[in-house]
C-alpha cells in the first residue's frame, strides 16, 4: 500500500510554545489530507480537511487560528499547533488519499505532550 | 446526526472466533471501512465493502448489508497479536470518514 510519513513520532513542548507535525506521502499523489486527534480510549476526531493549494475545511468546534494547516504541495501537509497548552496533549494523525482513492493512508501518529 | 455504533469491548480465547458488529446512520453511503488500531499507533487497514455480501482476506472476514446499515468483521483463529482496537468508519455522501468509537478486542490465552 501506500506509504505517509508523518513527523516526529512524539514531542514534547512547553506550554505557550509551537509546534508543527509534518505528514508526507512518499509514493503518490495526496489530493486530500486529514488532520484527526484522539484522545486516550476515544475515537478519532476529525479536526480538518485540505485540499491541496486551498484552505483547510476546519470542524466545528476545531480553532482554526490555533491549529494551522498548510497542504501547500501535492505530498506535504503541516498542522501547527500555536500557543499550546495541557489540554492540546493528544495524538494527532494524519490521512492522505490521492484522487480516486478510496483508502485513506495514514501516517504513524505523532504524540504531543505539553507541559 | 450521523452515526455508527459498535461494541465497546470485546473477550476472546485465543484460537477462537471472534464477531465484531457495526451499525450505521450516515448522510449518504460509500463505502465501509475496518481498520486495526493497537495503542498509540495509527490504524492500519483491514478491509472494505462498499456491496453487499462477504469479503474474504485470510483470517479476516467483512460483511456488509446496505438496506440494514450494518457491518460485522469476522476474526478468525485468534492470535494474541489480534489483540487491538477495530475501528469502524463510513465514508458519507461528502466522501468523508466517519469513525465509530472502535471496540476494544482482548484476547486470553
Known amino acids: 500500500g501506500a506509504v505517509v510519513s508523518q513527523h516526529p513520532s512524539r514531542v514534547i513542548c512547553k506550554s505557550g510554545t509551537s509546534v508543527k507535525i509534518e505528514c508526507r506521502s512518499l509514493d503518490f499523489q495526496a489530493t486530500t489530507m486529514f488532520w484527526y486527534r484522539q484522545f486516550p480510549k476515544q475515537s478519532l476526531m476529525l479536526m480538518a480537511t485540505?485540499?491541496?493549494?486551498?484552505?483547510?475545511?476546519?470542524e466545528q468546534g476545531v480553532e482554526k487560528d490555533k491549529f494551522l494547516i498548510n497542504h501547500a504541495s501535492l505530498t506535504l501537509s503541516t498542522l501547527t499547533v500555536t500557543s499550546a497548552h495541557p489540554e492540546d496533549s493528544s495524538f494527532y494523525i494524519c490521512?492522505?488519499?490521492?484522487?480516486?482513492?478510496?483508502?485513506?493512508?495514514f501516517g504513524q501518529g505523532t504524540r504531543l505532550t505539553v507541559v | 446526526g450521523q452515526n455508527i455504533d459498535q461494541p465497546t469491548e470485546m473477550t476472546a480465547t485465543e484460537g477462537a472466533i471472534v464477531q465484531i458488529n457495526c451499525t450505521y446512520q450516515t448522510s449518504g453511503f460509500n463505502g465501509l471501512f475496518w481498520y486495526q488500531q493497537h495503542a498509540g499507533e495509527a490504524p492500519t487497514f483491514l478491509s472494505y465493502n462498499v456491496l453487499d455480501g462477504l469479503e474474504e482476506k485470510g483470517r479476516f472476514s467483512s460483511f456488509l448489508s446496505r438496506s440494514k446499515g450494518y457491518s460485522y468483521l469476522l476474526l478468525k483463529e485468534l492470535q494474541m497479536k489480534d489483540s487491538a482496537s477495530y475501528l469502524c468508519?463510513?465514508?458519507?455522501?461528502?466522501?468523508?470518514?466517519?469513525w465509530g468509537a472502535g471496540t476494544k478486542l482482548i484476547i486470553k490465552p
Open positions: 468508519a463510513v465514508k458519507d455522501s461528502n466522501y468523508q470518514l466517519i
Open positions: 490521512s492522505a488519499t490521492g484522487q480516486g482513492e478510496t483508502e485513506a493512508f
Open positions: 485540505s485540499n491541496e493549494g486551498s484552505k483547510a475545511t476546519y
